[in-house]
């Protein structure tokens, strides 16, 4: 896992350093508060789901027989298993959206009502431990090594990220860019008020699944959407507590 370890902290430093050059939002909330917060539900998942999945993730990684031992090279291999994953992946988000139970802790990453980069680490334990468990048989049905699968998601973790933040990009640039992975101007859609553009965009690393699956939406006043959820606005909501006992409200 070495390469996730630095690269994970990397990507959000400099994104937080160009958020605070130049911000796309101006949010009126104190961003180290918002910043501490959201760093705080993340790591809370990652422990709990690293002491929940730990022994059974190197078991189920150490067997390399499903899929894609039948591709010719490792080269086509790492191709075919990066874009399965995503497909999974963009599968699994709109199942967070579209099933009540899943979406009941779904929500809490859609809370946040100033989203920026260190909202890329806003999920809830049992969000983690749902998504963790499901990507178990996928793995296996894949059949990678742990290699495939960190070079997966350390490529996720920059794009999403990037797609969260909060930094103000040239619009043609991330057009553009949304040609070929989830852009920050995608992801604000993702992040509105309105269910509508909330249920579209569920792309993690490529944009592809959302052309294919006419789930791609953009809007040129990206500036006007309102982010978060209606009913979870108030300080108490935005709280550390609030975060984890969003599912049960
Ligand atoms: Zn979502």
Known sequence: MELKSYILPLSLSIFVLLELGAPFYRFRVNKLR???????????SFLISTIVYFTLL??????????????????????????LFDLWMYI??????EIPFFWRFHKAHHSDVAMDATTGLRFHPIEVLLSTGARLPIYLLIGVNAEIIITYESLMAVIVIFHHSNVTINPEVDDALSFAITTPRMHRVHHSDFY???????????????????????????ENICIGLEDYRDDKSQSFFGFMTTPFK
């Open 92 to 97: 699994w988000h709109r199942m967070n959206h």
């Open 196 to 222: 509508k553009e909330t249920n579209s965009n569920y792309g993690t690393l490529l944009s592809l699944w959302d052309r294919i699956f006419g789930t791609f939406n953009v809007r040129q006043d990206v």
């Open 34 to 44: 918002h910043g501490l917060i959201n760093i705080s539900t993340g790591l809370t």
């Open 58 to 83: 190197s078991e189920v990684l150490g067997i390399d027989h499903g899929l894609s031992r039948f591709m010719p090279n490792e080269f086509l291999k790492l191709i075919v298993a990066l874009l």
